[in-house]
């Protein structure tokens, strides 16, 4: 079955880039997304690539999407105290979409 | 603007007693609606998921159940609590206007059986 895997945890210094990686095992998902989860919240839609792009990017998110690989990444420019979080790696359509487990992405000071 | 509400937020249960989780969307018409789990190092799993009143599908076979009475209503439920059934329960709701497939997700129900 679909399958979605990403590592558990990320720490990085405050003003670097992150980069959290993902792998899944379905090639017909039309969206890869990206949800991020504050603490004690639910998930929220931070960004998301169209499955027949390589690249897109928004402000200090890039999103990279190797399809023969079938790895996506995140990475975050800059990173700041406040993009603490979990980040799901999602993929899939109309609404039925397997979550990865979460990348906990700690920015230290 | 569409809104999703989940109660209660936060809830303690002794192993047997029943469960009752509430979510209901406002906003929008005929969503799709979710319940997903979030277990300490599982990841969110899908538990239910429904396409219209009195529609629900199962994705794993466990303890729960669900119900749709009405458009915008989801409820969670169990009959008798294990505790394997603790964990941080999610609903959501997708058919927005936004991206493809997005979903939108409630505040979240942290339950602890005891």
């Known amino acids: 079955g679909e399958d979605v895997e990403q590592s558990l945890f990320l720490s990085v210094r405050e003003g670097d880039s992150s980069v959290i990686n993902c792998t899944y095992t379905d090639s017909s998902s039309t969206y890869l997304y990206w949800y991020k989860q504050e603490p004690g919240a639910g998930l929220q839609l931070l960004t998301y690539i169209f499955s027949n792009m390589d690249m897109k990017q928004d402000q200090r998110l890039t999103v990279l999407l190797n399809k023969k690989d079938k790895h996506l990444s995140l990475r975050i420019a800059d990173t700041q105290t406040g993009d603490s979080a979990i980040y799901f790696c999602?993929?899939?359509?109309?609404?039925?979409?397997?979550f990865g487990k979460g990348t906990k992405l700690s920015v230290k000071p | 603007s569409q809104t999703i509400h989940q109660w209660p937020a936060t809830l303690v249960q002794p192993v047997g007693s029943p469960l009752s989780l509430e979510c209901t969307v406002e906003g929008t018409s005929n969503p799709n609606l979710y319940w997903y789990r979030q277990a300490a190092g599982r990841g969110l799993q899908l538990l239910f998921y429904s396409v219209g009143i009195g529609q629900i599908s199962s994705e794993v076979p466990q303890n729960l159940s669900a119900s749709r009475p009405q458009d915008r209503q989801f409820i969670l439920s169990s009959k008798k609590l294990l505790l394997s059934d603790s964990g941080f329960y999610l609903c959501?709701?997708?058919?927005?206007?936004?991206?493809?497939?997005?979903?939108?997700f409630g505040e979240g129900s942290r339950l602890t059986v005891l």
């Open positions: 959501a709701w997708s058919g927005g206007a936004g991206v493809a497939g997005e979903l939108f």
């Open positions: 999602a993929e899939g359509s109309q609404g039925n979409l397997i």
